[in-house]
């Protein structure tokens, strides 16, 4: 079953406030948007495709970066509704889609992007065999998702659960690591369900779709972010986000 937690109203209301109250001193705004964007190509003239897109804050910033035809799609209306508000423009055009579904889209694409998205999506070597049969020649597919590490463990993922405290400093359980499948929490008060995979199902599912691996990263937050949200120093520790460019 495709999940859809974003058309939730009681997860929605709570999703769209913390995103406004906590603008540019959340883990989106400055750890991961920032090193999304540096993964970004030259986009002039460049036809892409924005999978979860959300927002589609980065649809409007690849436009405004000189990308001829954008589409952006997300399983959730009210994302939709808000791209469509708050991000619109003549050469972007939002749709009501699920990623399971994006074999029924007849066009195709140079750049293939998408934010913190492929974790909610059960059968990922599916999906990244459609994104590839959707990208031009040498076409480019940019993805985030959480990192394995942080999602790895079955005890209550992202919580302290999943740590041990030795002379003050975290240590992150990565117990069950090799065992993928769905992990559970609750969330804005709604029980949201992501799939972990371990590095190896991540980059094996490229490579045996035909794509080349041309840059990963982990990334750590730099040193202003840090005076900002002190705590993000643990990042060092256990990286938030992994973000891989492949080509075609």
């Known amino acids: ?36 964007r540096k993964l970004i190509p ?4 460049k036809k892409i495709l924005d999978l979860g897109c959300g927002y589609g804050e980065n649809d409007k910033y ?33 749709k009501v889609m ?18 913190l998205a492929f974790h909610y999506v059960k059968d990922y070597e599916k999906l990244i065999k459609d994104i590839y049969n959707l990208l031009n020649d040498n076409g480019i597919l940019i993805f985030s998702i959480d990192h ?7 005890f209550e993922p992202w919580m302290k659960k999943n740590y041990t405290e030795i002379n003050g400093k975290w240590f992150l359980l990565v117990s069950d ?13 709604v029980i949201v369900k992501k799939y972990h995979r371990n590095f190896s ?15 990963i990263l982990e990334p750590i937050p730099d040193e202003e972010s840090i005076k900002i949200i002190p705590k993000y120093i643990n990042q060092y520790d256990r990286p938030y986000f992994l973000f891989i460019r492949a080509k075609k």
Request: aromatic share 8%; hydrophobic share 35%; glycine share 6%.
């Open 98 to 115: 699920a990623m399971e579904d994006i074999s029924k889209i007849k066009e195709k694409f140079d750049i293939v992007i998408s934010s």
């Open 201 to 215: 199902s991540l980059i094996n599912g490229l490579v045996n779709s035909g794509f080349k691996i041309d840059k």
């Open 62 to 94: 690849c436009r405004d970066l000189g990308a001829k035809e954008i589409l952006g799609i997300d399983i959730s209306e009210h994302m939709i509704k808000i791209a469509e508000k708050n991000n619109a423009d003549e050469n972007i055009k939002y």
């Open 148 to 154: 394995p590490l942080r999602i790895a463990s079955k």
């Open 1 to 36: 079953m495709k999940q859809n937690v974003y058309d939730n109203k009681t997860f929605s209301v709570a999703y769209d406030k913390m995103r406004k109250d906590d603008k540019g001193r959340n883990a989106n705004d400055l750890v991961e948007i920032p090193n999304f």
């Open 177 to 189: 690591y090799n065992r993928e499948g769905i992990r559970e929490k609750e969330w804005n008060g």
């Open 42 to 45: 030259n986009v002039k003239e």
